[in-house]
């Protein structure tokens, strides 16, 4: 429904200490946009921003190619759901999430009806009369979620609305929270530092540090072809290693491999450990020793050690092995990726 | 945003107008014709204002250590156990705020008097007569009603105080050993300093310049009396204004001692999570023991009150244990006096006035300094606490010398002419400070993250404050404003100075000039006093209604 498009945002609430730095986003109409990163990163300051809650220091904000920067928070029309619910405690749940629609003045019967669309949403139709701290912080949450739902924005903001949760309800939440915004065309922004939901959910996303996004992309982009070092290892476990690359190969301590791209001379490669695989002795690949190991259930996460690397190995559907063994392991060509 | 940053200096810069106008100037005033070096020399060598001082601060220090020992104790106990009667507790000790002390003079004397009611006691036991009002006990007298009706001041604060201290911390201290007593002189009476200063500073300053009560004994050798006795000549010796000031220092040096002794800010961080885990369940008998505490204090506050009951409805209550008879006499006589029912009208109009002008500040100046966070408003703040600190009788007296100064407050209000706003503004000014504590607190314990959402969703400014935030204080907000409103038609010292004419007494001087009269006057006092108290209880009982379960979280400071 909308285009919103962040330009050169700056902001710093100590001077010399830039919460974001220069920040760039573009977020395309109706697409599902997720902001990863660690706490402090900027992640939140950059929703409250679009929100209006807190002015940048510089920088243009536009939603839909209107620069949107000076106007107040209740004229920007960017639905939020708070990291902390912000449920007003004075009123009951249904007057919680009728707020936003009487205030855009709907008529009575409109209100209750989307009031008791959007509790449907999130379960807690049977819970609209209860004041707002009787519940748990879980439906609080999912409250806070369907107020934002009831007044149908041009632009959702998640401020990670699902960490409260269990891990059930987290699920089923998710799948929810996506077909509502494909089907309404919801544009949405979601902070989360919880990888697996960014993977799982996002259309794109972006993963930031420092006040900077550090790269944009889909989840598979980013997962199986990070910018950086920060960006390969915050979205999931994965193996550095250090050598040199020479006409398309790539030499290290336990063998040389083909790469892809150009450049020459000392560089890091990086490899994810569900990508090694243990191989038959006949079978191309390299030597290893089994150091140690953790079961998982589904799978086991070993530690090879390869020339002078450490590796971690993923193996699912895990065969049962000893530290100290000899193994085999070995990697599609092409999945060896080197960082910048 | 910016038309709402504009609007908000703009808000500030009038209140700062406001309280220049009727805080800074009545006081500069009293400086002004107050500080002239012979006068205070005058004041200095003459034996008889250095005693009605020395008395004055005597009564001060004593009044403020038998709070002291009357609230802490009650505090921790609240603070600590969980027993019968709890929720009861913070409405007891709320009961001496509508026992106007001044009156309680009149029932202490007949308790105590020469043919009052202990020495009827004694006599029928067998013993003689003790003389307790004679020499030193109008002292005792005057400090024991004082504390009387001060100790839930302290009290609230401390119980606030001690609410502010995280459990953990006790809790930490003794899980590395500490025992019940070094926890409480290491741990706990460190941090509920800040309630201790702010309770203890209140009580010192109303003390030392309480008007009504010494006025009631007829314990003339105190400054603020001989003050309200120096009114007359006004006009030919402007010594009253020098003793007002030297009390207004006097007053300054009190509260900058109690910052010292107690020392500086809070270092107590705000409780996170729940705390109602931390207050202890008393076995059997024990249980008891603090509610009994709570209702052994009440009793004594409310003891003088029964006395004037007695002396209210009483036939020939002298020199008898208990009245003879029941007589509505006193009611009678009270009402055929021409002062009696205006003034009630009049302190109705004159409080109600002050609350909607002292709740109005007092929200704004909370909010500017809560929430608009505007450069300057920690010194609006603090300009809006003043009235703690400059007594009574120094506001009125500024008061009536802008009056004769300046033709614009003499057309606004003369004292002679119609004391109305003249009143309502000298009661709202000293009962800022309470609404800004209140609405504050209330502020401070509403996350602003709920206004935020709230414009988030499309609510203006406006909006929000309607739906959101005065909702979400209202306790808070009616608290302050039947404080603002009790307090005001208690007031003693402005209501003595500067209601002139006899048609514009408010209630409070209505019963002085009653109690005057010889012969029946006390009793007919006693009367209206009553009539007055159960008035108050009225109003506070109505807000209890209001307020219905609520009742119990309002009282919190």
């Known amino acids: 429904m909308g285009t919103v498009s962040l330009k050169n945002i700056c902001k710093s609430f100590t001077p010399g200490v830039p919460v974001l730095d220069d920040l760039n986003l573009e977020i395309k109409s109706g697409e599902l946009f997720f902001l990863l990163g660690p706490s402090g990163c900027g992640k939140s300051t950059l929703m409250r921003i679009l929100s209006g809650l807190t002015a940048a220091d510089s920088g243009s904000i536009s939603f839909d190619g209107v620069e949107v920067q000076d106007l107040p928070p209740e004229k920007r029309q960017a639905a939020?759901?708070?990291?902390?619910?912000?449920?007003?405690?004075?009123?009951?749940?249904?007057?919680?999430?009728?707020?936003?629609?009487?205030?855009?003045?709907?008529?009575?019967?409109?209100?209750?009806?989307?009031?008791?669309?959007?509790?449907?949403?999130?379960?807690?139709?049977?819970?609209?009369?209860?004041?707002?701290p009787q519940l748990s912080g879980g439906q609080q949450q999912r409250v806070a979620?369907?107020?934002?739902?009831?007044?149908?924005?041009?632009?959702?903001?998640?401020?990670?609305?699902?960490?409260?949760?269990?891990?059930?309800?987290?699920?089923?939440?998710?799948?929810?929270?996506?077909?509502?915004?494909?089907?309404?065309?919801?544009?949405?922004?979601?902070?989360?530092?919880?990888?697996?939901?960014?993977?799982?959910?996002?259309?794109?996303?972006?993963?930031?540090?420092?006040?900077?996004?550090?790269?944009?992309?889909?989840?598979?982009?980013?997962?199986?072809?990070?910018?950086?070092?920060f960006c390969a290892e915050f979205l999931g476990d994965i193996n550095f290693i250090d050598g040199t690359v020479d006409n398309g190969n790539f030499s290290c301590s336990f063998g040389t491999f083909p790469v892809t791209g150009e450049g020459s001379g000392k560089h890091t490669a990086a490899i994810r450990p569900e990508r090694i695989a243990f191989a038959n002795e006949n079978e191309d690949g390299f030597d290893a020793e089994l150091v140690s190991g953790s079961y998982l259930g589904d799978c086991s996460s070993w530690i090879c050690r390869a020339g002078n690397a450490d590796l971690v190995v993923r193996e699912f559907a895990p065969e049962e092995r000893t530290p100290g063994e000899h193994v085999r392991l070995k990697f599609a060509p092409g999945r060896l990726m080197i960082l910048e | 945003m910016k038309i709402n940053r504009i609007f908000q200096y703009g808000t500030m810069a009038a209140l700062v107008l406001f309280l220049s106008v009727f805080l800074l100037l009545?006081?500069?005033?009293?400086?002004?014709?107050?500080?002239?070096?012979?006068?205070?020399?005058?004041?200095?060598?003459?034996?008889?204002?250095?005693?009605?001082?020395?008395?004055?601060?005597?009564?001060?220090?004593?009044?403020?250590?038998?709070?002291?020992?009357?609230s802490v104790p009650l505090a921790l106990l609240y603070d600590r156990f969980d027993f019968p009667g709890r929720e009861w507790c913070s409405l007891a000790m709320l009961l001496p705020m509508i026992l106007p002390p001044f009156v309680g003079a009149l029932g202490f004397q007949q308790l105590l008097g020469h043919y009052g009611v202990f020495n009827s006691i004694l006599v029928a036991l067998g013993f003689e007569r003790v003389d307790f009002l004679s020499g030193n006990g109008v002292f005792w007298s005057v400090c024991f009603i004082e504390a009387l009706h001060l100790y839930p001041?302290?009290?609230?604060?401390?119980?606030?105080?001690?609410?502010?201290?995280?459990?953990?911390?006790?809790?930490?201290?003794?899980?590395?050993?500490?025992?019940?007593?070094?926890?409480?002189?290491r741990i706990t009476l460190p941090l509920m300093r800040p309630g201790l200063l702010a309770g203890g500073s209140i009580v010192l300053v109303w003390s030392f310049t309480e008007m009504g009560t010494p006025l009631m004994f007829g314990?003339?050798?105190?400054?603020?009396?001989?003050?309200?006795?120096?009114?007359?000549?006004?006009?030919?010796?402007?010594?009253?204004?020098?003793?007002?000031?030297?009390?207004?220092?006097?007053?300054?040096?009190?509260?900058?001692?109690?910052?010292?002794?107690?020392?500086?800010?809070?270092?107590?961080?705000?409780?996170?999570?729940?705390?109602?885990?931390s207050s202890v369940k008393l076995a059997s008998w024990k249980k008891f023991l603090p509610g009994a505490a709570f209702v052994l204090v009440s009793?004594?506050?409310?003891?003088?009150?029964?006395?004037?009951?007695?002396?209210?409805?009483?036939?020939?209550?002298?020199?008898?244990?208990?009245p003879q008879g029941f007589t509505l006499e006193h009611f009678d006589s009270a009402l055929s006096n021409v002062l009696v029912l205006p003034s009630i009208g009049n302190s109705l109009r004159y409080s109600f006035l002050a609350m909607l002008v002292a709740v109005t500040v007092g929200v704004i100046v909370a909010l500017a300094s809560v929430r608009w966070k505007l450069r300057g408003s920690a010194a609006l703040d603090l300009l809006s606490m003043l009235p703690l600190a400059v007594p009574g009788v120094v506001v009125a007296f500024g008061f009536l010398g802008m009056t004769v100064k300046f033709s614009?407050?003499?057309?606004?209000?003369?004292?002679?002419?119609?004391?109305?706003?003249?009143?309502?503004?000298?009661?709202?000014?000293?009962?800022?400070?309470?609404?800004?504590?209140?609405?504050?607190?209330?502020?401070?314990?509403?996350?602003?993250?709920?206004?935020?959402?709230?414009?988030?969703?499309?609510?203006?400014?406006?909006?929000v404050l309607c739906r959101i935030t005065l909702p979400l204080i209202v306790a808070n907000l009616l608290v302050g404003g039947l404080f603002a409103f009790s307090f005001s038609m208690l007031e003693v010292s402005d209501s003595l100075i500067l209601a002139q004419k006899s048609e514009f007494f408010p209630i409070t001087k209505a019963l002085f000039e009653l109690s005057q009269i010889l012969g029946s006057g006390p009793s007919s006092a006693s009367a209206f006093g009553v009539w007055a108290m159960c008035f108050l209880a009225v109003t506070l009982i109505a807000a209890g209604v209001l307020l219905g379960k609520r009742i119990g979280s309002i009282f919190k400071f």
């Open chain 2, 153 to 185: 001041i302290f009290y609230l604060n401390i119980v606030t105080a001690l609410g502010n201290i995280d459990p953990a911390l006790n809790e930490a201290g003794a899980n590395l050993g500490g025992n019940k007593w070094q926890r409480f002189f």
């Open chain 1, 145 to 229: 979620l369907a107020r934002a739902l009831a007044v149908d924005p041009p632009l959702l903001l998640l401020d990670e609305p699902l960490s409260n949760l269990d891990a059930r309800l987290r699920d089923a939440m998710r799948e929810e929270i996506s077909a509502i915004c494909a089907k309404r065309g919801f544009t949405a922004l979601y902070v989360t530092h919880d990888r697996q939901e960014a993977l799982s959910m996002a259309d794109r996303m972006g993963v930031m540090k420092d006040g900077k996004i550090r790269q944009i992309g889909t989840p598979r982009e980013l997962y199986e072809r990070p910018a950086d070092r």
């Open chain 2, 408 to 463: 614009w407050a003499a057309a606004l209000f003369d004292p002679v002419e119609n004391p109305l706003w003249l009143l309502a503004i000298a009661y709202a000014v000293r009962r800022i400070p309470y609404v800004v504590r209140s609405v504050g607190s209330g502020l401070e314990q509403t996350p602003e993250e709920l206004e935020n959402a709230a414009r988030n969703f499309g609510a203006s400014a406006w909006q």
């Open chain 1, 80 to 132: 939020m759901v708070f990291q902390n619910y912000a449920l007003w405690p004075h009123m009951t749940v249904f007057e919680n999430v009728a707020f936003g629609l009487k205030i855009r003045k709907l008529p009575r019967k409109e209100v209750q009806e989307r009031v008791m669309e959007a509790l449907e949403m999130v379960h807690l139709a049977d819970c609209a009369d209860r004041k707002a």
């Open chain 2, 26 to 70: 009545p006081v500069f005033i009293v400086i002004q014709v107050g500080c002239d070096w012979s006068l205070i020399m005058e004041v200095c060598r003459s034996q008889v204002y250095r005693e009605g001082l020395l008395n004055s601060l005597q009564i001060a220090v004593v009044t403020t250590l038998m709070v002291a020992v009357i």
């Open chain 2, 299 to 322: 009793l004594c506050a409310i003891l003088p009150h029964l006395a004037l009951l007695g002396i209210a409805f009483g036939k020939n209550y002298y020199n008898t244990i208990l």
């Open chain 2, 219 to 277: 314990f003339t050798r105190v400054a603020p009396v001989q003050i309200l006795n120096g009114l007359n000549e006004l006009e030919t010796n402007p010594l009253p204004y020098t003793l007002v000031l030297i009390m207004l220092i006097v007053s300054a040096l009190l509260y900058l001692v109690s910052r010292l002794a107690l020392g500086g800010s809070s270092n107590a961080t705000p409780v996170k999570g729940n705390t109602s885990s």
